[in-house]
């Protein structure tokens, strides 16, 4: 009896740690909500905040909060969540902690097409801002295709070594691409490819913010029905299959969900990267690898840091912003090089 009780206790214990730590992270993105709404060059106080949420602001105040911060901040939220999941599923999928879109290149597959159809048409009326998620997802979804097929092997499976490799080696290849389409571009067009690799989202509006709530509603509900059979999978693909799990089938419906969260969040956030390295990461530290609680809270953290990201982009240099990507990137790289050594050890 004492044997049998002690499991059920830890996993007691396991969700309510869980369900404190994603309490806090809630509670943490509401203040940089808050705070994120007062960072800018002109400063709103809290009571001018608080009147122009109810309506009752200047002109000035409404479009400076309403149409200029809340959309980049509500993007920051709902693009840190997407990457940061997609990251997870892909981590599941592969074992390999160091999984992530951007690693792997899908980011850059999606960003390709998206920087393609930009640089060629305008966004107008007959070709709205909602079609550049779908045009995300068939850039990406053919990048992931790619790498599946290349590091796919009959008798294994998918090798997580190789899924890796295989993932730098077509993500370096579209940049390539990516670089001599620059080289080409007009001058208007190439500053607009060059904010957008870098990650930029202070030119978002509630137009973006409407292209991709669909996805993120959609697809994350699903994500959070597929955490037993994540939770199976990582004790092997053999076991999984003894277990009468359709292992192939279902990595491959998971992957198509993480390359659409991945990609309609590159949509219209740019290239920002380390996103979905960082967060499942750091939650699967706090709240550990069962993905009833990892998924939430790896996307919990993502907002965060996202979120903090943008913040701090528009804070340390005013009136000059630093794109959201690089400030990602400045906090991701050397925690990338610290799992890589890990990794080795």
């Not at 106080?45 to 400076?64: N, V, Y």
């Not at 709205?128 to 097929?149: D, M, N, Q, S």
Request: some cysteine; glycine content about 10%; aromatic content about 6%.
């Amino acid at each position: 009896m004492i044997r049998e009780s002690i499991p059920e206790a830890l996993k007691i214990r396991q969700k309510s740690t869980g369900w404190l730590v994603m309490t806090v992270l809630g509670l943490l993105i509401i203040a940089m909500f808050v705070l994120s709404m007062n960072t800018g060059f002109i400063h709103l106080s809290p009571l001018e905040l608080w009147e122009t949420l109810l309506g009752h602001g200047t002109a000035k105040q409404e479009l400076i909060l309403l149409q200029f911060r809340l959309p980049r901040i509500v993007i920051s939220v709902l693009v840190g969540a997407g990457l940061a999941l997609s990251g997870c599923i892909m981590q599941g999928i592969s074992r390999n902690a160091l999984a992530d879109s951007g690693i792997l290149g899908i980011n850059a597959g999606a960003g390709l097409v998206v920087v393609l159809f930009v640089s060629t048409y305008s966004i107008t009326a007959e070709v709205p801002k909602f079609a550049l998620p779908f045009l995300a997802l068939l850039g990406g979804g053919a990048t992931a295709a790619l790498i599946y097929t290349l590091s796919y092997r009959r008798d294994g499976g998918i090798q997580p070594t190789r899924l890796i490799l295989t993932g730098i080696a077509v993500g370096a290849g579209i940049s390539s691409a990516m670089i001599v389409l620059m080289l080409k571009l007009s001058e208007q067009n190439y500053k607009l490819v060059s904010l957008w690799l870098a990650g930029n989202i202070s030119g978002v509006t509630w137009r973006d913010v409407v292209s991709l709530l669909p996805w993120i509603v959609i697809l994350i509900p699903y994500v959070f029905t597929k955490s037993r059979f994540l939770n199976v999978l990582s004790l092997g693909e053999a076991r999984a299959k003894g277990l009468g799990v359709s292992v192939s089938r279902e990595q491959l419906k998971l992957l198509a969900v993480a390359v659409g969260l991945a990609a309609s969040s590159v949509s219209v956030s740019g290239g920002i990267g380390f996103v979905g390295l960082i967060g499942p990461h750091l939650a699967r530290r706090l709240v550990g690898s069962r993905h009833e609680l990892l998924l939430p809270t790896s996307a919990l953290i993502g907002s965060l840091l996202v979120i903090t990201a943008d913040t701090l982009g528009r804070w340390v240099l005013q009136p000059t912003e630093i794109p959201t990507g690089l400030v990602v990137a400045i906090i991701g790289s050397p925690y990338f090089l610290y799992l890589l050594a890990k990794a080795k050890n």
